[in-house]
């Protein structure tokens, strides 16, 4: 799951451990929260079909006025997907009738037309090659170019972990202004060209962003242990022994109620 650049960039956040610590999801931050929602939660747009708008729609055979009900079509999602840019495409899961129209119908997949291809960003200033499909083709060259396909598009709509990783470091370049990093005329060309896109997140959700659930529990665990190394040691001594003060002031105090229950000339 990684796009082949010229200078050897990696664009996929390798983790480092495989353990991981308990409790972690649930102290995941806002941000990232924000982006797993848009990622996993937010209804795509349909690709394979176009929606009827309204709630109601009249038949054309019979004049009779009968409910809008776009029903989506099933889609399976292949592992195999992540590794390139797919625009939203899937593989369409249903039925084929094969031969004659009396026999039964048979089980089918229909996958997207596969091309392995080299893209270009324009941020990153780098050629990119990887598998694509028709349709992500031609909404890169609808769009403009890759970066402003990538940056205009939900999370949903990318789908893939290589786009939302490629997403992540266009966002990442362009809110620290590394790209261009030789040419201060070129680099204010390009990102006066795409700065209005970074209206739509702040600081800590372009950090956050393009990161699947387990690197982001990486990343937060690599954020606690950080924090533990920066606490000052007598900081860490100071709390430990007023722990160790309390458990033993309750221990006399426990001891002191039980002699007093036993001695009859209290």
Not at 34 to 59: A, I, L, M, Q, S
Not at 125 to 132: D, F, K, P, W
């Amino acid at each position: 799951m990684e796009a082949k650049l010229a200078n050897g960039l990696k664009l996929l956040y390798i983790p480092k451990k495989t353990r991981i610590s308990s409790g972690l999801g649930d102290r995941l931050p806002e941000a990232y929260k924000k982006f797993y929602k848009e990622w996993r939660h937010k209804v795509p747009e349909p690709v394979y079909y176009k929606p009827t708008p309204g709630k109601w729609t009249k038949d054309e055979k019979t004049g009779a006025v009968i409910p809008v009900q776009n029903i989506p079509i099933p889609l399976k999602y292949p592992k195999t997907m992540h590794s390139g840019i797919w625009g939203g495409e899937a593989v369409v899961q249903g039925f084929k009738q094969n031969g004659n129209k009396y026999k039964s119908r048979v089980p089918h997949f229909w996958t997207p037309t596969l091309k392995k291809s080299v893209v270009y960003s324009e941020i990153l200033n780098e050629y990119m090659s990887t598998t694509v499909t028709e349709k992500a083709l031609d909404l890169i060259n609808k769009n403009y170019g890759l970066d402003h396909y990538l940056l205009k598009t939900a999370a949903c709509d990318l789908r893939t972990t290589l786009s939302l990783k490629i997403k992540r470091h266009l966002l990442m370049a362009l809110r620290d202004k590394t790209l261009y990093a030789d040419d201060n005329v070129k680099q204010q060309e390009v990102y006066d060209k795409y700065k209005h896109y970074l209206k739509d997140y702040t600081h800590e959700e372009i950090e956050w962003y393009g990161l699947t659930f387990f690197e982001a529990l990486l990343k937060m665990q690599d954020i606690d242990e950080l924090n533990e190394k920066k606490a000052p040691l007598k900081a860490k001594y100071r709390l430990e022994l007023i722990e160790e003060l309390k458990n033993s002031n309750e221990t006399i105090e426990e001891d002191k109620s039980w002699l007093n229950k036993l001695n009859p000339f209290n």
